[in-house]
């Protein structure tokens, strides 16, 4: 199930959202039903072979915690 993120055409709040099926959401703050998704780009995480994936790990204070506790 994707998350999809969307704006509210009444209040303007940015927001994301869990989607199952055909679902239309409703605006968290408003509770209007008048959203627009947004496009975005998708995550992912992409490792380097001998390097470390976390592309701030040169400039990063805690380089030693850089993986899956990177402060980034």
């Known amino acids: 199930m ?3 993120e969307y704006i509210c055409k ?3 709040r940015e927001f994301e959202e869990l989607i199952r099926g055909d679902e239309q ?3 968290p703050s408003c509770g ?3 959203v627009e998704k947004q496009m975005s780009a998708p ?3 992409v490792a380097s072979v ?3 994936a ?3 790990r040169d400039m990063c204070a805690n380089a030693h915690r850089c993986g899956a506790n990177c402060c980034h």
């Open 50 to 52: 001998g390097g470390s």
């Open 32 to 34: 209007k039903g008048e």
């Open 2 to 4: 994707p998350i999809y």
């Open 54 to 56: 976390c592309p701030s």
């Open 10 to 12: 009444s209040c303007g």
């Open 25 to 27: 959401p409703a605006c």
């Open 43 to 45: 995550a992912g995480h």
